[in-house]
């Protein structure tokens, strides 16, 4: 059973920080590439950013480049999510998900609610 567990969301001001965490196992940390996508309310789901398997390459979307960072810890099985400068359009269910680079998106987190208070 595949498991992306997400954590770290919460209610923030505009220019704030956040850090977004998704644990998962050893078998998918090692044989995938993962990533973040959100989803806003009455919008489609989006990519937000990835990194490889190896953790050697990152692409983002246009809108939070420069602004969040994606990384991923060998010794835990977790991938981060750091987002600085936080604006109000950010504010989405975030989830993690791992598959195939360039677009991880084969398996799933139940997502994390991040909320950006203008």
């Known amino acids: 059973q595949v498991r992306l567990v997400e954590s770290g969301g919460g209610l923030v001001q505009a220019g704030d920080s956040l850090k977004l965490s998704c644990a998962t196992s050893e078998s998918i940390f090692s044989d995938f590439a993962m990533g973040w996508f959100r989803q806003a309310p009455g919008k489609e789901r989006e990519f937000v950013a990835g990194?490889?398997?190896?953790?050697?390459?990152?692409y983002y979307a246009g809108s939070v480049k420069g602004r969040f960072t994606v990384s991923r810890d060998v010794t835990n099985y977790t991938q981060y999510l750091q987002m600085n400068s936080l604006r109000y359009e950010d504010t989405a269910v975030y989830f993690c998900a791992a598959g195939q680079w360039p677009l991880p998106n084969l398996f799933w987190g139940q997502g994390t609610q991040v909320t950006v208070s203008s």
């Open positions: 990194i490889t398997r190896r953790g050697d390459n990152t």
